[in-house]
């Protein structure tokens, strides 16, 4: 087992670095937060929040384990513990808004998103490996991927963008994203 | 949101999780979007919620901090969640990346069983060296030879680690995001419960059992004699509560010298359970997907479901219903619609996981003027109901009392006010209670009629809940008779147990002392409060489960009335109490418990034909002792006579007829109208008619061979009664039916077998 290190313990949580008087902390809850909290969020994004809801969530998993103590086993496990405490709030979340919650499913965007990021990434190596593959595309493509992703367009507004016809403009975002998949599979290949 | 390009698309979408990370990614990539910093957020909220906690702790305030923190969960949703993540991440999910599905669609469920064997299998390492570690962390301090780099204080000792240790199955359903996936909850770090690895914990529980040189032993109850469970009893956690069942029914078992029969096999389990929680036999589907549930836990997860189902609402609403009616339920669309809509009450309680003292305090709290009996009240208002319902039956069932002729407002009469009070006596502690506890007068409690004549006073006669008020007082001295209750006693008399333990009856006088002015609410509360209606609940539910009750006060002998069975009924009692937990995890207790696996024997009419004197002595010892569980297996309809009163009626009204097999059935046809029957012409059947007959004729063959054997036999009535049961029912008889019948013994003028060939012709007659 790694070293034992306390990072928050008491009724009241200030910033200040240091270590506890009970422990010999390298941490404290700062350090957890600003390590963990892009990981947290971007896996959050990557299994179908929001923006404002990957935000809150984000906040409320680590307010939940904060609010006890808590003990670093190691990197990879911290990393772990805290998106499932996400995923189990965003179960909780969806299941309060009468939501379906199939978590077979949910289980299967988990274990994809840890052979992509890793078990202790925080998806800062999968992001940079999507920009990279994007890039590899041709133009047509990335315009017509920017098109629906950014922009939101319809594909009849793609289509009419790249004078190809409807069908063409879902051909080619399909094929583009089976790139960028068999790209981000190679470059990321963990198994 | 989470894949656009399947908006449109008319073909059926197939789940495709890279697709849908990929679509979500590209979204951010594209838009340049990148994780904000939400420190000094997160930061905030966590010291509001923290503050709120720690002042909702100290002021004792039972409002939920998330409304006053802003959260968007409850403490209870964090603790659930981090418990969840922590016993997963304790189990080593997270730890390893599992190889893709090679599956085109991904979603193919042999793949998805196939990859969860392998996460479990390659996680089995993982986890072993978790528990070493875990291990390690949970020594108490003082067992510990040397301080180590592990914190010794509290905070540090109730751990993330420490909480995914702590398993309790009684929370709300947990979908079951991973094949080996329990619901967690935290320990309240007040508790002073010890920790209990999960592995030892799944490895209690039935179908998981591991040899007794390694099975955590627990030790049998010890409560102090005559001394009411404490109130401060800890809240145990399910798998201790269960383990506790096993080791004292093997106490008991081990005192008696009966060896019990060997477990059953895990499909007739599967059976077994079903029947009892939910009525009915397994599905193809739930057995198969026992077989691929390949977790520890699958027993559990198989019971939880059944428990979690509407269902298992359905059966018990209708079983609690009549528990607290006292008759028989059914809740199909026949019934009246003011009973629907009480049993629906009591379903919708049991589905939202209220405590039973909860259902049984706004049972009987009611509205709070006088009850109020207007038949749009007993729709909407299950309290109004219950009470309606029992004096109208009341009523009716003495109506040759002069008392349904006066004016008086139905909840005045004395006639419905007694049947009140009996009724609340049975829901507050499976009691009896005489006339001459409330009447002054002279005892005479051979005739309600009789005495109703001999004695005008009745106690509380000006105040209608006075009287069922008063059961708080009279627990005092009644708590400690069931537990001590060694002698067969006549079902129609109040005993108590005096302060040097020796039973007595009831003497004519007042009951107890009531202080103040007891009210509707005030015993509204009691029941709320008390541990003793959780004793009825209990032996409800272990009548439900087992076929006969934990602790019949009647029909004991002294060997097997002894304390051990009270001890448990009242500690299970104390910790539906202590935990207020609902009837879902009462059930599961004793349906997850070793007992329950135990092989059975069906004591139907060929089984009493051959066997011996000895041997039926025997099976019934082991019956009774839960050594050896009445088997089921077969479906048992129900009789269209719902009472052994009923028989009792028609038999009175039909005195001449032969009381034969034909005349009986025929009699269930119609059995409300007794006198509709010729007595000396041949009745004309309809072909409805020959058709029941025809279907009823075969298990009424032997049935006045068998009621003679035990007639001549020299056992009790009790006992007889219990036989006279098991013949037709495959379970022993209930309290009520006990009762009823004396009444049926009384009609055959005391003919034993006459009255056993009766009553299980009557319990077979609509077969």
Request: aromatic share 6%; net charge neutral.
């Amino acid at each position: 087992m790694a070293k034992s290190s306390k990072i928050f313990s008491g009724n009241e949580l200030t910033l200040q670095p240091g270590p506890s008087p009970t422990s010999d902390i390298s941490w404290d809850a700062s350090v957890l937060i600003t390590n963990h909290q892009a990981g947290v969020w971007r896996y959050l994004r990557s299994i179908g929040c929001d923006h404002s809801l990957a935000d809150d969530l984000t906040q409320e998993t680590f307010v939940a384990v904060l609010r006890k103590p808590f003990i670093q086993v190691s990197p990879a496990a911290t990393s772990s513990y805290l998106r499932r405490v996400a995923y189990h709030l965003l179960v909780s979340f969806r299941r309060r808004q009468k939501r379906v919650v199939i978590t077979s499913e949910m289980d299967q965007l988990d274990l994809q998103w840890m052979r992509w990021a890793g078990i202790d990434g925080d998806g800062s190596d999968l992001t940079e490996a999507l920009e990279d593959c994007f890039r590899r595309l041709t133009k047509r493509a990335q315009l017509s991927l920017k098109m629906r992703f950014g922009e939101n367009a319809t594909r009849e507004l793609i289509a009419k963008e790249l004078g190809i016809s409807e069908h063409g403009a879902k051909n080619l975002m399909q094929r583009a994203k089976i790139l960028l998949k068999q790209c981000l599979d190679g470059k990321l290949n963990r198994d | 949101m989470i894949d656009r390009d399947r908006d449109s698309s008319k073909e059926q979408p197939t789940f495709e999780p890279a697709d849908i990370i990929l679509s979500n990614l590209l979204n951010d990539v594209v838009c340049d979007h990148s994780p904000p910093d939400l420190t000094n957020r997160i930061v905030t909220q966590l010291n509001r919620v923290i503050v709120a906690e720690s002042a909702s702790s100290t002021t004792n305030n039972l409002a939920n901090p998330q409304e006053w923190s802003g959260s968007l969960f409850s403490l209870s949703e964090y603790d659930e969640a981090v418990a969840l993540a922590a016993s997963e991440i304790a189990r080593g999910y997270g730890l390893i990346v599992p190889p893709p599905v090679d599956d085109a669609s991904g979603s193919n469920q042999l793949a998805d069983e196939q990859l969860s064997v392998w996460i479990q299998r390659g996680t089995m390492l993982v986890t072993a060296l978790a528990a070493c570690v875990l291990a390690v962390l949970l020594i108490p301090p003082g067992l510990q030879t040397k301080p180590t780099g592990v914190p010794q204080n509290k905070d540090i000792a109730v751990s993330q680690m420490d909480q995914a240790t702590r398993v309790d199955q009684t929370g709300p359903p947990q979908v079951a995001n991973q094949p080996n996936s329990v619901a967690v909850t935290v320990a309240d770090p007040d508790s002073n419960e010890r920790p209990f690895p999960n592995e030892r914990q799944l490895a209690t529980a039935p179908g998981n059992r591991v040899d007794n040189a390694t099975k955590p032993q627990i030790s049998p109850i010890i409560v102090a004699n005559n001394q009411e469970p404490s109130s401060s009893t800890k809240r145990m956690l399910d798998n201790d509560i269960i383990g506790i069942i096993d080791n004292q029914l093997k106490h008991l078992w081990k005192r008696v010298g009966v060896t019990p029969q060997p477990s059953i096999k895990t499909e007739l389990w599967l059976e077994r359970s079903a029947l009892a929680i939910v009525g009915r036999l397994p599905t193809a589907a739930e057995k198969e997907a026992f077989r691929i549930n390949k977790s520890e836990s699958r027993n559990v997860e198989y019971v939880d479901k059944l428990v979690s189902s509407q269902e298992f609402s359905k059966r018990w609403s209708e079983l609690v219903a009549g528990h607290y009616l006292g008759k028989r339920v059914v809740g199909d669309r026949s019934q009246p619609g003011p009973q629907l809509s009480f049993v629906k009450w009591i379903a919708d309680s049991l589905s939202n996981k209220v405590f039973v003292g909860e259902i049984e305090r706004e049972m009987i709290s009611g509205p709070s003027s006088a009850p109020v009996l207007e038949s749009q009240s007993l729709r909407t208002d299950p309290a109004a109901f219950w009470l309606a319902d029992i004096l109208e039956r009341s009523e009716v069932d003495h109506r040759e009392s002069s008392e349904h002729l006066s004016k008086k407002p139905l909840e005045q009469k004395n006639v419905g006010l007694v049947a009140a009070a009996r009724q609340t006596m049975r829901i507050g502690g499976n009691a009896s209670m005489v006339c001459s506890q409330c009447h002054d007068g002279e005892s005479r409690n051979d005739d309600f009629n009789n005495y109703l004549a001999s004695t005008q006073t009745v106690r509380g006669q000006d105040s209608f809940w006075k009287v069922p008020a008063s059961l708080s007082g009279m627990s005092l001295d009644r708590r400690v008779l069931g537990v001590r209750a060694l002698k067969v006693v006549k079902s129609s008399e109040y005993f108590f147990e005096d302060a040097e333990g020796r039973l007595k009856l009831a003497l004519a006088g007042p009951p107890t002392q009531i202080s103040g002015n007891p009210t509707r609410s005030t015993l509204a509360d009691w029941f709320r409060s008390s541990v003793e209606p959780r004793r009825a609940m209990v032996e409800l539910v272990w009548n439900e489960v087992f076929k006969q009750p934990l602790f019949p006060i009647f029909g004991l002998t002294e060997e097997e009335g002894n304390n051990d069975r009270a001890d448990l009924r009242d500690f299970l009692a104390s910790q539906m109490q202590t935990g207020e937990r609902d009837l879902g995890a009462l059930v599961r207790w004793v349906v997850l418990s070793s007992a329950f696996r135990v092989d059975g024997q069906k004591m139907d009419s060929p089984w009493y034909l051959k066997a011996t004197a000895e041997q039926i002595a025997e099976t019934q010892k082991q019956t009774r002792l839960f050594a050896s569980l009445v088997s089921s297996e077969s479906p048992i309809l129900d009789s269209k006579w719902t009472s052994m009163n009923q028989v009792a009626t028609w038999v009175k009204a039909n005195r001449s007829y032969e009381l034969n097999s034909q005349a009986l059935a025929q009699g269930a046809i119609n059995p409300t109208s007794p006198n509709s029957l010729p007595k000396t012409s041949k009745p004309n059947y309809s072909e409805d008619q020959v058709r029941f007959l025809v279907s009823v004729s075969k298990p009424y063959r032997n049935v006045s061979e068998i009621a003679d054997r035990l007639a001549a036999s020299q056992m009790s009535w009790p006992m007889l009664l219990e036989h006279a049961y098991l013949v037709s029912d495959s379970r022993f008889p209930t309290q009520i039916e006990r009762d009823e019948s004396e009444t049926l013994l009384k009609a055959v003028e005391q003919d034993r077998a006459k009255t056993l060939v009766m009553i299980i012709n009557a319990r077979l007659g609509s077969n």
